[in-house]
Structures are given as structure tokens and as C-alpha cells.
């Protein structure tokens, strides 16, 4: 497997995507998360917690204000807005060193935090659920993460092909709005409206959704398809997580969304020298 090459403008450098896996560090102000809710939502921690995952060698971190667990409740933009903003503050002042993603559908939010530091938006329903978060993407010239999540699909038909067309409307609506190609990253929605047999058989199919001609950002750690197979609770998980990382970036993924940073990011190095050889001096 060769890795596709990608370079996204971005404010503060260019993000490039290829051979070397770049990590995402996962960082939820939320009460409810399905693995750390309520362990970073005061800003104080969530500040304390972005440090931890820069040391560890994230290269981007996802900032999110509003749980996307199943059976979770939807939070008004207002509350949203009262749970990140507070963080990319403190992050500013800071002068926090990574590119930091806002993990949000709602458009207000996604032009709010862009305006406060953030550099991309992470959309779980690719533009669909609120289109006015891809004209945001395009005013600001950010790239924008497209996710696919979509609850009504046939599950009688082929999964890659179903999940292949709902991810070209969400492209057309980003091109309507202006949002260039070159500034689109495809997160294929692991745990999202898919059963654990469709999580794995996705994986396993990954690098069909290359096609597509956008890089791939894999976001599996923790998830249930984890923890229905090992029978273990979110925080046991991460042996699990590692594995599908590995095998993820095999098929060509580009970025690996993790709680777990050190760990991740280590196993993904390894993959990488395997698949093209260690670095030299290594």
C-alpha cells in the first residue's frame, strides 16, 4: 500500500498528509462523552489535558463541545459555544502550538471558534445536518473534515457503494458553498449508524474510499466495535484501539483520531517503517 499525498492549506503552514500518520488528539469538554465525559469540562482541566496530549507528539487536536454517544442529548449553540470557547481562549493565550479542530455541525459554533483560533472543522454530518457550516468553511478558507453518518441508509445494499454516494452530497454541498477540494478531509464514521460487523468490514475496506481522492481520517479509538468484541469498558480499550490504527493506516489512512496519544503514535511509527522503512540514524 502506497499512501496518497495530500497538502491542505491551512492557516499557520500547510497540513500534509502522505506516508507519515499524523495523530489527532480528542479532547471533549462534555458532561456525557462515552469515554471521558466529564473528565476535561472544566477549562482548567481541558487546558491541563491539550499540554498532556502536545507532549505525547499529537500532531492536531479536536476540540468538542457536545457528545455524539448514542442516546446522548443535543446541546443548544449557546451551550456549546459556553463549553469551547472558554478552552480556545486559554489555548490562545497560551500560545498553544497545535492546529486545533472544532468538532461541531452547528454553524454558529464552527464560525465562533474559527474566529477564536481553530484552523478546521470537524463536521460528524458532513455538512448535511446544518449546510451552512460549509459557507462558514469556505469565508474563512478552513479545511473541513467530512464525516459520514447517515441513519436512513440500505443496509441491504453495498455498504462502501451506499456510504460513497451519501458522501457526494455532502461534496457537492461543499462545492456549492465554495469550499475547495483541496480542503476536504473524509472521516468514514466508524460506530456512527454502522454495526460492529459493518465497523470491521469497513476498516477492512478502507482504502476503497480513496477513490474518492481525499485523504482519510480514521476515528476508531474506544469505540464499541472495540468493546463488543473484547467485552471491555471505553478506558480498556486501547489495545484494541491500537490495532485498528495499525490496520487503518495499512489501508491508507492519513489521520488517527485517539484518546490515547503516546501509544497510538508509537504503533502507527512502527507500521510506517514497516510498510516503507525506518528512517535513517533509526
Given at each position: 500500500m502506497t499512501h496518497s499525498v495530500h497538502e491542505i492549506p491551512m492557516r499557520g503552514g500547510p497540513l500534509r498528509l502522505g506516508r507519515d500518520a499524523l495523530v489527532m488528539g480528542i479532547l471533549n469538554v462534555t458532561p456525557d462523552s462515552f469515554?471521558?465525559?466529564?473528565?476535561?469540562?472544566?477549562?482548567?482541566?481541558?487546558?491541563?489535558?491539550?499540554?498532556?496530549?502536545?507532549?505525547?507528539?499529537?500532531?492536531?487536536?479536536?476540540?468538542?463541545?457536545?457528545?455524539?454517544?448514542?442516546?446522548?442529548?443535543?446541546?443548544?449553540?449557546?451551550?456549546?459555544?459556553?463549553?469551547?470557547?472558554?478552552?480556545?481562549?486559554?489555548?490562545?493565550?497560551?500560545?498553544?502550538?497545535?492546529?486545533?479542530?472544532?468538532?461541531?455541525?452547528?454553524?454558529?459554533v464552527a464560525d465562533q471558534a474559527v474566529q477564536a483560533g481553530a484552523r478546521i472543522i470537524n463536521d460528524v454530518w458532513g455538512l448535511q445536518r446544518d449546510p451552512e457550516i460549509a459557507d462558514v468553511a469556505a469565508h474563512h478558507g478552513v479545511p473541513v473534515i467530512v464525516m459520514h453518518w447517515d441513519t436512513e441508509r440500505d443496509t441491504a445494499r453495498d455498504l462502501i457503494a451506499e456510504m460513497t454516494r451519501w458522501l457526494e452530497r455532502s461534496l457537492a454541498i461543499a462545492a456549492a458553498a465554495g469550499v475547495a477540494r483541496d480542503r476536504i478531509i473524509i472521516d468514514p464514521g466508524f460506530g456512527f449508524a454502522k454495526s460492529t460487523e459493518e465497523n470491521y468490514s469497513l476498516l477492512n475496506r478502507l482504502d476503497e474510499l480513496l477513490a474518492l481522492g481525499f485523504p482519510l481520517l480514521v476515528g476508531t479509538s474506544r469505540k464499541r466495535m472495540i468493546g463488543n468484541l473484547l467485552d471491555v469498558p471505553p478506558k480498556d480499550r486501547l489495545f484494541g484501539t491500537i490495532a485498528t490504527s495499525v490496520l487503518g493506516y495499512g489501508k491508507g489512512g492519513h489521520i488517527f483520531r485517539v484518546h490515547d496519544v503516546r501509544a497510538n503514535r508509537d504503533a502507527l511509527r512502527v507500521a510506517a517503517a514497516t510498510l516503507y522503512g525506518p528512517p535513517s540514524g533509526a
Open positions: 469515554s471521558d465525559g466529564g473528565d476535561f469540562a472544566a477549562r482548567d482541566a481541558a487546558l491541563a489535558h491539550a499540554e498532556l496530549l502536545a507532549a505525547e507528539g499529537a500532531d492536531l487536536l479536536d476540540l468538542g463541545g457536545e457528545s455524539t454517544r448514542p442516546g446522548s442529548e443535543e446541546v443548544g449553540v449557546q451551550a456549546e459555544l459556553d463549553r469551547v470557547m472558554p478552552v480556545l481562549d486559554g489555548l490562545a493565550e497560551r500560545g498553544f502550538p497545535l492546529p486545533v479542530s472544532i468538532d461541531t455541525y452547528k454553524a454558529l
